[in-house]
């Protein structure tokens, strides 16, 4: 699908896989990395400002 889960905590990122979501985690929040990474996040980012490149790079490109 189209939709794309940002959070830092490890449960919402596996709601957000369940649902079919592709999935961020950020590391500044209140959980550790490690939580995120065991839950299957598709990108681990560091800085908020890598959050548009790592929704851009879920994009696939249609063969024409």
Do not use: C, Y
């Amino acid at each position: 699908g189209d939709d794309v889960i940002a959070n830092s905590n490890g449960f919402d990122i596996l709601m957000g896989r369940n649902a079919g979501a592709r999935t961020i985690g950020v590391s500044w929040g209140n959980h550790p990395v490690s939580e995120l990474t065991e839950a299957g996040a598709d990108h681990i980012i560091d800085d908020f400002a890598q959050l548009v490149p790592a929704i851009e790079a879920f994009k696939v490109v249609e063969p024409q």
